[in-house]
């Protein structure tokens, strides 16, 4: 069982930046691979960015492809988004999810999924 709980999220002009964090909880949190997901209001979830569970393979929406680094310390259990250059559209709720070693970009893939902490970019 894992629990993952995210923070980090906030109000910011657009071109700014912002890092969020995802806390698991779990001894075995370093075997799972960790999704960043989010959903602006009235559009279904989607796809952000993940990584591994070495840490050392990780993809990206074209979205944020040059714009958002995912990154993890399983010392610390917790993986982290950082998102620069950030655009209005960009605005939602963003959540992490967690599920077994490989990666994937499918919301059904993942088994475990935090609670979402709101981004604002304001033009």
């Known amino acids: 069982q894992v629990q993952l709980v995210e923070s980090g999220g906030g109000l910011v002009q657009a071109g700014g930046s912002l890092r969020l964090s995802c806390a698991a909880s779990?001894?075995?949190?370093?075997?799972?691979?960790v999704g960043w997901f989010r959903q602006a209001p009235g559009k279904e979830r989607e796809f952000v960015a993940a990584?591994?569970?070495?840490?050392?393979?990780?993809t990206y929406a074209e979205s944020a492809k040059g714009r958002y680094t995912i990154s993890r310390d399983n010392a610390k259990n917790t993986v982290y988004l950082q998102m620069n250059s950030l655009k209005p559209e960009d605005t939602a709720v963003y959540y992490c999810?967690?599920?077994?070693?490989?990666?994937?970009?499918?919301?059904?893939?993942?088994?475990?999924w935090g609670q979402g902490t709101q981004v604002t970019v304001s033009s």
């Open positions: 999810a967690a599920r077994m070693k490989y990666y994937s970009d499918l919301r059904r893939a993942y088994d475990y």
């Open positions: 779990g001894r075995t949190f370093s075997s799972y691979a």
């Open positions: 990584v591994r569970w070495t840490g050392g393979w990780s």
